[in-house]
């Protein structure tokens, strides 16, 4: 069974097309995280959220937002996709409890940009 | 800034060969350390953990990783691989200070496990 369901698992859009992915999850985690992986690279954390707390890492661009309007869903907006920003799209979640803490991670959404 | 290595980008073993997957990282502060596992398909699960106590940690499918603190290592092994072993592994470190919850992970390893 899902726990953390990510939609869609492909999508295309076209350069400069605004798109959203969507993240949802049955676990009642307080954390949410959106991480972009490209071939070959590492998981790069793009934000997280602290129940409602949205925390940014500094490089990441403008050009990405994120939305977590209730606990189980979170969104990845990128507001004018380049070709750059083609990659996979991995959302997680955890709980607070730095002692049990570890990332349930969704299938993932593929991006492609055109 | 904190970074994770992983020094093998493809490995290919035949089974019943042992397996030594390096990983090495730079924060020099505490920290948690992960090894996360993706299987043809499927999305990254975790495979074990370290947090604290005895610096052999075992986890799910014979796999087991010792953290060497002056080395700041965190290798995976195991003894015998099988065919289904054929994943893509990534090492992961989370630091306990200033750090959050957030990961810093490794590029991955693929290994490939031949019949």
């Known amino acids: 069974d899902a726990m953390v369901i990510q939609n869609p698992r492909y999508q295309v859009t076209q350069f400069g097309k605004p798109v959203t992915l969507s993240c949802s999850q049955t676990?009642?985690?307080?954390?949410m995280y959106w991480y972009q992986q490209k071939s070959s690279q590492a998981p790069k954390l793009l934000f997280h959220?602290?129940?409602?707390?949205?925390?940014n890492e500094a490089d990441t661009p403008d050009n990405f937002q994120s939305r977590r309007p209730n606990t189980s869903f979170c969104f990845l907006d990128i507001r004018s996709p380049g070709l750059g920003d083609a990659a996979m799209y991995l959302c997680a979640t955890s709980t607070r409890d730095t002692q049990t803490e570890k990332l349930f991670f969704g299938s993932g959404t593929q991006l492609s940009v055109l | 800034a904190q970074s994770v290595s992983q020094h093998n980008h493809h490995v290919i073993l035949s089974e019943a060969a042992s397996l030594e997957l390096g990983c090495n990282y730079s924060y020099g502060g505490t920290v948690n350390l992960f090894w996360y596992v993706q299987y043809p398909g499927q999305h990254l699960q975790l495979l074990l953990k370290?947090?604290?106590?005895?610096?052999l940690v075992k986890g799910i499918k014979g796999f087991e990783a010792e953290f060497i603190k002056s080395k700041f290592s965190f290798n995976l092994r195991k003894p015998s691989v099988q065919w289904s072993d054929t994943a893509e592994y990534f090492c992961a470190v989370r630091k306990l200070t200033g750090g959050g919850n957030k990961l810093t992970f490794g590029t991955g390893t693929q290994l490939k496990v031949e019949l």
């Open positions: 676990l009642n985690h307080n954390v």
């Open positions: 370290y947090f604290s106590g005895d610096p």
């Open positions: 959220y602290y129940d409602k707390d949205f925390n």
